[in-house]
């Protein structure tokens, strides 16, 4: 529940903010009878990023077990592959990706009254169908039902409030080192999915070693119990964990939060450098 919380709230801020941003370039600009554009271009993104996550959790019943397993791994590695992109995209993307946008809508409010709405559609669709997949992903790997979408509702509608209260002016917050750290976080919850994913694909018969345990501490942690519900809704843990899942998880998680620290520092670096320097007297 936590991770998907988090899932939410990074996923449903970075929507949000992209709407805010559109929102307050159209009443910049006077332009805000177009506003309603904007909401159906939103409208019509959740429409079909629930219609994608329905897809998902209904479209592979009735298959067998070993195919459902096949179709859940392949997903959850797509999921996976999907968040590291857009971690990383949004660590060197966030510069310019305003002034993107506002040329964009320049572009669509000269056009038909849909091009602004497909602007805004594919804005906040980007996100939500990568926020779809991811969710869907990750609920499968926790095994739960209500409690996973309880967690990512929870956190949607958190970004959501903050969204409002930052497009009224009435709250600030440092966005840069929000989505650092929340972007780091997502690398662990991550690293969890890839894991059950490889999992998957170990019962589907596709990849070896389903039997093969690198650690086993169900004595300890009992998976039904606290710790380890808790430790399963953070990082996908399984207290049960085959050497494959295992080498999985470290080979995707380490080196990617190095890299991604890295790009941090680089893009930092770049920006101190691009800003104008104080002149001495």
Sequence with gaps: MT??????????????LLVVLLLAY????????LIPRIFTGVAVAIAVSLGFGALLTFGPRGLTFEAQEAIGGGLSILAVGFV?????????????????????????????????VLVAALAVGREGLETALFLWAATRATGETWQPLLGATLGIL??????????????????????TWTGAALIVVAGGVLAYGVHDLQEAGILPGLHHLAFDVSHLIAPSGFLGTLLKGIFNFSPATTWVEAITWV?????????????????????????PQPVSA
């Design 251 to 275: 080979a995707y998680v380490v080196p990617v939060t190095i890299l991604y620290f890295r790009k941090i520092h680089t893009h930092n670096g770049a920006k101190r450098a691009a800003s």
């Design 84 to 116: 590291t992109w857009m971690v990383f995209w949004m660590a060197s993307a966030s510069k310019t990706l305003a002034s993107d946008l506002r040329g964009k809508v320049d572009e669509a409010a000269e056009g038909s009254g849909w091009a602004l």
């Design 3 to 16: 991770g998907n919380f988090l899932i939410g709230l990074r996923e449903g801020l970075e929507a949000v």
């Design 158 to 179: 958190v970004a959501v409030g903050l969204g409002a209260l930052l497009h009224r002016g009435v709250l600030r917050i440092n966005l840069s080192k929000f989505f």
């Design 26 to 33: 159209l009443r910049k600009s006077g332009r805000t009878a």
